[in-house]
C-alpha cells in the first residue's frame, strides 16, 4: 500500500499522462503504449528506496527509470 507522498505521484503521473494524450492527436492512437507507461511509472514508485521520504525523481541520487 501507497502512504500519501507515493499516491499523489502516481495521481500526478496519471494526469501528466492524460493530459498529453488530450492534447496530442497521435497518442490517442496508442492508448496501451500510454497504459503501460503508467504501470510502469507505478512499479518503480512503489519500489522506490526512500519510500514516503523520497526527494524528487530529477534530484534523486538513485535513478531507477530506464531512459
Given at each position: 500500500?501507497?502512504?500519501?507522498?507515493?499516491?499523489?505521484?502516481?495521481?500526478?503521473?496519471?494526469?501528466?499522462?492524460?493530459?498529453y494524450q488530450a492534447k496530442?492527436?497521435?497518442?490517442?492512437?496508442?492508448?496501451?503504449?500510454?497504459?503501460?507507461?503508467?504501470?510502469?511509472?507505478?512499479?518503480?514508485?512503489?519500489?522506490?528506496?526512500?519510500?514516503?521520504?523520497?526527494?524528487?525523481?530529477?534530484?534523486?541520487?538513485?535513478?531507477?527509470?530506464?531512459?
Amino acid at each position: 500500500m501507497s502512504g500519501k507522498r507515493i499516491s499523489r505521484e502516481k495521481l500526478t503521473i496519471k494526469k501528466m499522462i492524460d493530459l498529453y494524450q488530450a492534447k496530442c492527436p497521435q497518442a490517442s492512437a496508442e492508448p496501451e503504449h500510454y497504459e503501460a507507461l503508467f504501470v510502469y511509472a507505478q512499479k518503480r514508485l512503489d519500489k522506490c528506496v526512500f519510500g514516503e521520504e523520497k526527494p524528487a525523481c530529477k534530484q534523486c541520487p538513485v535513478h531507477c527509470y530506464q531512459p
